[in-house]
């Protein structure tokens, strides 16, 4: 008997040629799908809002956004101690960060919302003015020394400020600007060009840092220059033997200095040690092994009862740890990996050489601090006295690093694809948007005067 025809228009009926049910479609089984069925297509849509134009801008803006706040947040729990033993109120040191963070927030829309020309014109008057201020750190009567360090300008007051935080926004704008003038002349394939005049400037500003004793800003500042000489397409050997000439000169600061061969050496250690010289790194562990999971609550660390030192500046992640457990350290870790994940996909996806050089150069500069300070209160690196970016107690810091993020912010708007899906949210003046219905089921159609489709 030959098999029943289906009408075209018809719906094929689910019984079968002899009353039997027909056997469920290759792929599709139950009307949902099988478990297997339902992650891929799960991994389907994240795929997809994964690769759309404004990710990388939710990304760095959300990300950073949380950061700061949380960091608000961990500030006032970590500091509040610290504050009333020096007969200050509770929220001093809070109250400063605040103000910082809303100086930092006007620079960062400011930033975000600059054209790139503006940022290229900007880097020499950057570079200049940072040098400037560095110069004058070192004027007897006018440096300030803090734990040994004479990095900073007092402005009055209880405010200070930290002018080698800016060399790193300097160092990138002007080194981008320089690399992307010569890329477009062809002349980065010639190893003086690339090196000269980056590498002797770069050279200056450690010089300059080093003279205050502040090694750990400028291991940040000679990361941010390898990351410059890598977007470049410096060859191995040359960017080998920058690395091994730096690392002895690094191995060298060490080992004449007896306060950071100490720091060495409590690597690892899980006891204060003689002399309690480890005392800082071992705290650092107490207060993250006693966290657990979810921490001991917000407010209620022990540590920061005078137990562990700089709390609230480069072992907030400690107190962290302490006060919100494991669940809030990875938070803080998963944060820092979404906005380096994006800051690389702006570098990589943009077709001006200038946002490639200056996004990697930021993102280069936020990442490699971060791991240089968790790994600090981990016990896997020394502690080299750096914050934790956009997370630490500290204007100085604050401030060129809100400013780095409205760099990579505008470079993220600056995409094609990004900039032609922020003028479609965008009405025109006067006149609603016209176009299609997309939130109707039925067909994609276009309204009439009338109403009538």
Not at 62 to 68: R, V
Request: glycine letters at 14%; hydrophobic letters at 50%; proline letters at 7%.
């Amino acid at each position: 008997m030959p098999a029943k025809q289906v009408l075209p228009g018809r719906r094929p009926s689910a019984v079968g040629p002899r009353g039997r049910p027909r056997p469920p479609a290759p792929g599709k089984g139950s009307p949902r799908g099988g478990p297997l069925e339902r992650l891929r297509r799960t991994q389907q849509r994240l795929r997809r809002a994964w690769d759309r134009p404004l990710t990388a801008y939710y990304l760095i803006f959300g990300s950073s956004l949380l950061i700061t706040v949380l960091g608000l947040v961990m500030v006032y729990s970590a500091s509040m101690i610290k504050a009333l033993q020096l007969g200050l109120g509770d929220a001093y040191f809070f109250k400063k960060q605040f103000l910082a963070a809303l100086i930092g927030g006007v620079l960062l829309m400011a930033a975000s919302r600059m054209p790139v020309k503006l940022h290229r014109a900007l880097s020499y008057p950057v570079l200049a003015g940072t040098l400037f201020l560095m110069v004058l750190v070192q004027v007897p009567g006018i440096g300030v020394s803090i734990n040994g360090n004479q990095n900073w300008i007092s402005l009055g007051g209880p405010f200070m400020l930290q002018p080698s935080e800016f060399g790193k926004l300097a160092l990138i704008l002007w080194g981008a600007d320089l690399l992307a003038r010569k890329g477009d002349k062809g002349l980065l394939s010639q190893w003086k060009h690339l090196l000269v005049p980056l590498v002797p400037v770069a050279f200056l500003l450690l010089g300059l840092i080093m003279l205050g004793g502040d090694m750990g800003t400028a291991m940040i500042l000679g990361a941010v220059l390898f990351g410059l000489l890598w977007l470049a397409g410096a060859p191995t050997r040359m960017f080998v033997g920058v690395l091994l000439f730096a690392g002895v000169i690094v191995a060298l600061l060490i080992r004449t200095s007896p306060h950071r061969m100490d720091r060495l050496a409590c690597l690892g250690a899980t006891e204060p040690g003689r002399g309690d010289l480890c005392w800082q790194a071992v705290h650092g562990i107490y207060a993250l092994a006693s966290g657990g999971w979810f921490g001991s609550g917000l407010g209620a660390s022990v540590e920061k009862w005078g137990q562990l030192p700089e709390a609230h500046t480069d072992f907030i992640f400690a107190i962290t740890g302490e006060e919100l457990g494991l669940a809030g350290t990875l938070s803080v870790l998963a944060l820092f990996a979404a906005l380096g994940y994006a800051g690389i996909r702006v570098a990589g996806r943009t077709e001006d050489s200038f946002v490639r050089y200056a996004a990697g150069g930021v993102t280069t500069w936020i990442t490699a601090q971060a791991v240089i300070n968790i790994g600090a209160v981990l016990g896997l690196l020394p502690i080299a006295g750096v914050p934790l970016p956009l997370f630490s107690y500290g204007g100085s810091a604050l401030l060129p690093t809100m400013f780095a993020v409205g760099l990579l912010i505008a470079f993220a708007r600056e995409e094609p694809a990004a900039r032609a899906a922020l003028a479609m949210r965008r009405p025109k003046s006067g006149r609603p948007r016209s176009g299609p219905i997309w939130k109707s089921m039925r067909r994609r159609v276009k309204k009439r005067p009338s109403g009538e489709r």
